[in-house]
């Protein structure tokens, strides 16, 4: 989906009629607007796994790499994107010294807070903390 060809469908703009705008109005039921009140909800939860800007900041190291022959072989490609990490590609180091794109390791990371590699938990420092959630 998301293609964009939109221009052809409608035969003239200027033919907005109120019953259509009233049609969308008596879309959204109350039953949707739940739906999408906990999928907001679900949203806000998950993403309350993740890191902020400011955290991702200060906990891990942002720069760019010059000689991909001095990264470990296992760092050599990012393993949120899957694709090789190339000389001039500015890079995120974690507190593990796990090292993926800056853009993989900002995306990744805003969504989980942990290692994609080793779930070492950048946030709260150590991963071996105690886990007592229960779903
Ligand atoms: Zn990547
Ligand atoms: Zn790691």
Do not use: Y
Not at 20 to 27: D, H, M, N, T, Y
């Amino acid at each position: 989906m998301g293609n964009a060809s939109s221009t052809t469908d409608e035969p003239g703009n200027r033919s907005r009629s109120p019953q259509a705008a009233r049609l969308q109005a008596r879309e959204v039921t109350p039953l949707e607007l739940l739906l999408l009140r906990e999928f907001v909800e679900q949203h806000l939860q998950q993403s309350r796994d993740g890191a902020s800007a400011g955290e991702i900041e200060q906990r891990t190291a942002a720069w760019t790499v010059t000689d991909v022959g001095k990264l470990p072989e296992e760092l050599r490609t990012c393993c949120v994107c899957l694709e090789d990490v190339c000389a001039g590609q500015p890079v995120r180091t974690l507190p593990c010294l796990h090292t993926f794109h800056a853009q993989c390791a900002e995306e990744w990371l805003k969504k989980k807070k942990t290692c994609p590699l080793c779930q070492f938990d950048i946030v709260d420092g150590a991963d071996g903390g105690s886990s007592s959630q229960e779903a």
